[in-house]
């Protein structure tokens, strides 16, 4: 049967707190590591790690706009070290949490 990486996707987006890296979630949906990571960037043109990201970055960003958490203690939530988190954060976005949670946040 064919991996469907829809599957896959809600999977992590469910699960994004505990995801940390692709074996991770090879390891939680007993599927080859291989496998897993060849078949998602197939099917969706994208590597698995960096879809992770991605939604790592998504769930920070709405965190940021309605918690006044630090963002260490964001980063941690979602299982990023406070330097890494903040690196992809940026890369991602272009600001840091601090400017992103000023910009785009309604007082």
């Known amino acids: ?47 698995l790690a960096d879809y992770i990201m991605m939604k ?3 769930v920070i960003k709405e965190h940021l706009l309605v918690a006044d958490d630090p963002c260490f203690v964001i980063c941690y939530e979602y299982g990023l070290r406070e330097d890494s988190g903040a690196k992809i954060f940026k890369r991602v976005t272009g600001m840091t949490m601090r400017e992103f949670r000023r910009t785009h946040r309604i007082h």
């Open 56 to 58: 790592k970055v998504e």
């Open 1 to 47: 049967m064919p991996l469907d990486t829809t599957n896959i996707k809600s999977f992590i987006d469910l699960n994004i707190k505990e995801i940390k890296t692709v074996h991770t979630v090879s390891v939680m949906l007993h599927i080859p590591y291989d496998t897993l990571r060849k078949t998602f960037l197939r099917k969706e043109r994208i590597p």
